[in-house]
């Protein structure tokens, strides 16, 4: 019986929340909602995106390789030239950063496809949790009789 009270609890924590808290949550999944799929915003995230990888692959590399190869002369780092940008030494081609980019937007409208049929299951999920509570509940005291 204690496997199931803990299988139980987070199915009671689903079904019990305050009528205030579910309220702010209901609007918070429509706010995530709305912000996923809305492709200004898909395009300012792509966009960060892309402009953090070309920067990252601009940081010269050189410097820190020649200290590697101080300490450990028969490593890589030894023929790493001191000029050398992460992007050179992690061999990707210039559109890396641009590909990332259209990654992060694509996954950005598909995680937004998601929030949206999660939030049209949401009450169906609470209702089935609450149900599960309730005949947890019945057992529980049946149990105990």
Not at 104 to 117: D, E, N
């Amino acid at each position: 019986m204690p496997r199931l009270a803990l299988i139980a609890l987070p199915l009671l924590a689903l079904a019990a929340p305050l009528p205030a808290a579910a309220a702010a949550a209901d609007g918070q999944m429509r706010d995530a909602v709305a912000t996923l799929n809305d492709p200004a915003t898909q395009d300012r995230m792509a966009d960060t995106i892309t402009a953090i990888v070309g920067a990252l692959m601009q940081i010269p590399v050189g410097p820190l390789a020649e200290a590697v190869a101080r300490v450990d002369p028969d490593s890589d780092a030894a023929y790493i030239p001191r000029d050398a940008t992460l992007g050179e030494v992690a061999g990707r081609d210039p559109d890396y950063a641009d590909r990332m980019g259209a990654d992060v937007r694509a996954t950005t409208r598909m995680a937004g496809q998601a929030a949206a049929a999660l939030a049209v299951y949401a009450p169906v999920l609470k209702d089935m949790a609450r149900d599960m509570a309730a005949q947890w509940e019945r057992e529980r005291e049946a149990a105990r009789r």
